[in-house]
């Protein structure tokens, strides 16, 4: 009588498991579960976050981000006083979704591949045009080197602003505002994705 090896043992069951079609939805589901707990965190996060509270407010909202010493981002970026300026990031991030490929067999048991799909930064940037600067993204520049002409800017009720909470001043001081958002939010999106078990892996690098 022929004896079979750990190693084939090992191949033939993970083959037969293949073919059940009871744990390859449970693994499915377990997969999917994961990815919607990562999905909600990443969603609450960017709800959650002051600049979002505070664009969301619109031209009347305090200073809930804390990056001005008075008024607000809405006036201060200069955002139409009817306008949601973070109403399309929200709209993208909602989007993001997962997609099981395949399975195959390791030495680790069944390994499931998987790509996600959620927009990329430049993505986003080009869903953020700055109201008065043809080709430049709010959202990069508030994340990059800062968004210019803080001296600039007064917070005074107007109608010759577009938000009706701003207006430039002839102020030839400068200064930026800085403030962390989108980038930690996806950070740690993805570390939330690439901790997802049940021996799945991601089939493809999904941020740019």
């Not at 191949?11 to 498991?17: D, E, M, R, S, V």
């Not at 008024?71 to 306008?83: A, D, E, H, R, V």
């Not at 959202?139 to 210019?148: C, D, M, T, V, W």
């Amino acid at each position: 009588m022929k004896s079979i090896g750990s190693k084939s043992l090992k191949t033939a069951i993970h083959k037969q498991l293949q073919k059940d079609k009871v744990v390859e939805m449970q693994a499915r589901m377990i997969i999917e579960k994961q990815f919607k707990t990562a999905h909600a965190k990443l969603m609450s996060e960017f709800h959650n976050h002051p600049v979002t509270k505070e664009l969301k407010s619109g031209p009347n909202s305090s200073n809930i981000s804390g990056g001005l010493s008075f008024g607000n981002l809405f006036g201060f970026i200069g955002f139409n006083s009817k306008q949601n300026p973070i109403d399309a990031i929200d709209r993208a991030l909602s989007s993001a979704h997962i997609l099981i490929k395949k399975r195959t067999i390791a030495a680790s048991g069944i390994v499931w591949t998987y790509a996600v799909n959620i927009p990329s930064l430049q993505e986003l940037y080009k869903l953020t045009p700055m109201p008065w600067a043809r080709g430049m993204s709010w959202l990069q520049e508030i994340e990059g080197l800062g968004i210019p002409n803080l001296g600039q800017y007064l917070y005074k009720e107007s109608s010759a602003s577009r938000s009706t909470a701003g207006i430039q001043s002839g102020s030839k001081s400068s200064g930026r505002i800085k403030i962390p958002y989108i980038k930690p939010i996806l950070k740690e999106f993805e570390k939330n994705i690439n901790s997802i078990s049940s021996g799945a892996r991601i089939s493809k690098k999904y941020f740019k």
